[in-house]
Structures are given as structure tokens and as C-alpha cells.
């Protein structure tokens, strides 16, 4: 597609849940990466991917988090048995290659435990 | 280890008036790149600038410039004649050469008041 496209934008879970987010990059972008971006502060990274390497999941806050990607392409980060203090916006990006081009983030997913 | 300080919570300037947004970085890499994001009410990330560290000419693009200088390890942001639609968040941030995972800071608030 034309951008970073992720789903849900708005997911509303209940304490103990398990979610998965969805992160869609740009074609051809052999780059991904998951950062958290809470209430009014900065990006947190959470994981990245670079093409068949293995991932750098240093950012993963705990075990509940987990990433995959499947085929070079689509992402999914999911949290299991959520806390109130995952509520966050999980924002997704892409970029070219190796070299350090600026990200094209998603319109991130807004995920808010209850 | 990377840090990048934007030490601007929150600025309001009135339409027209010029602001500067600082960001000072810390890295021990001889090859980095920084970065300007633009995060508007709608929540998406926009990519404004990349500059890499062996590059030091200072940048401008219509009424955005921008000052990048080694020496106090800072690249500072410029709007001139400031506009209500530049209101947003701008974040600052840093990524290691030839390394994908960049550092971001935790953004500054601009408020344009018309």
C-alpha cells in the first residue's frame, strides 16, 4: 500500500486479555519497527525488524510482549494477559534497507485495558 | 548509550512570531543521524528531516530550518513566521549509523495561538 497501514486504530480490552496489533508496512520496506508512545510522552521502542535478521527486541517492557513477522512483510505485536499500564498508542513504522532513512510511521492503534 | 534532550515541554507563540525548538543528543558513534518528526492533532508521525552526522550544513526549507552543530551536540529546529497549523508535537531523534533502532526524545508541544 501507498503507507503504514495498522489495525485496529482503537482497540478497548479488559485486564488479563490477550490483544494482537496488526502493522501493515510499506512494500517494498525491508525495515520494521514497534515503538509505544504514552499518555503525553515520548516514543518508547519496543522492537524492530531488518529484513531475515533476527529481530532486536531490547525494548520488549516484559514477557507478555511479543512480536512476530511473517513473510518480510506484515507485523503483529501482541500483549498477553494486558495491564492497565499497556494502555498506550502502539505506532508502527517502516524504512528502506540498511541505511538509516526516516521512518514512515502508522496512524498507530490506541489500545486502552480496562 | 543514546539520550536525546529536548528540555521544551510546551512553547505558545503567537502566529508569525518565529520559534526555535532545541534538541541536544548524546552518542559515543562517530556516525549517527538525527531526525526532526512532526506529530499533528491527528496523531500521525510526518518525517521532516534526516541528517547524518558528517553533515553539518545547516538546512532550510521554506520556513523550517535547521541548525546542527557538533560541537554543543545540538540540532535545533526553526519555524519562521509560524502558522496555527504548526501546532503540534516535534520530536528529535537520533539513530546509530549503519543501525536501524533510533532514539527518540520526548517532544516538545507548540502552540500557535492566531
Known amino acids: 500500500g501507498a503507507g503504514v497501514s495498522q489495525s485496529p486504530s482503537n482497540k478497548v480490552t479488559e485486564k488479563g486479555k490477550d490483544v494482537e496489533l496488526r502493522c501493515d508496512p510499506i512494500?517494498?520496506?525491508?525495515?520494521l519497527y514497534w515503538y509505544r508512545q504514552s499518555l503525553g510522552q515520548g516514543l518508547e521502542f519496543l522492537i524492530y525488524?531488518?529484513?531475515?535478521?533476527?529481530?532486536?527486541k531490547s525494548g520488549l517492557p516484559s514477557d507478555r510482549f511479543s512480536a512476530e513477522r511473517t513473510g518480510g512483510s506484515v507485523s503483529t505485536l501482541t500483549i498477553q494477559r494486558t495491564q492497565q499500564e499497556d494502555s498506550a498508542v502502539y505506532l508502527c513504522?517502516?524504512?528502506?534497507?540498511?541505511?538509516?532513512?526516516?521512518?514512515?510511521f502508522g496512524s498507530g492503534t490506541r489500545l486502552t485495558v480496562v | 548509550a543514546q539520550k536525546v534532550t529536548q528540555a521544551q515541554t510546551e512553547i505558545s507563540v503567537v502566529e508569525k512570531e518565529d520559534v526555535t525548538l532545541d534538541c541536544v543528543y548524546e552518542?559515543?558513534?562517530?556516525?549517527?543521524?538525527l531526525f526532526w518528526y512532526k506529530q499533528p492533532p491527528s496523531g500521525e508521525l510526518v518525517f521532516l528531516i534526516r541528517?547524518?552526522?558528517?553533515?553539518?550544513q545547516n538546512e532550510i526549507s521554506g520556513r523550517y530550518s535547521w541548525n546542527f552543530q557538533k560541537s554543543t551536540s545540538s540540532f535545533n529546529f526553526t519555524i519562521t513566521a509560524s502558522q496555527v497549523v504548526d501546532s503540534a508535537v516535534y520530536f528529535c531523534?537520533?539513530?546509530?549509523?549503519?543501525?536501524?533502532?533510533?532514539?527518540f526524545g520526548t517532544g516538545t508541544k507548540l502552540q500557535v495561538i492566531p
Open positions: 513504522a517502516s524504512s528502506l534497507g540498511r541505511q538509516t532513512y526516516g521512518y514512515t
Open positions: 512494500s517494498g520496506h525491508t525495515a
Open positions: 525488524f531488518q529484513g531475515n535478521s533476527a529481530p532486536d
Open positions: 552518542t559515543r558513534d562517530t556516525t549517527y543521524y
Open positions: 541528517r547524518n552526522s558528517f553533515d553539518e
Open positions: 531523534a537520533l539513530g546509530q549509523g549503519g543501525y536501524q533502532k533510533v532514539t
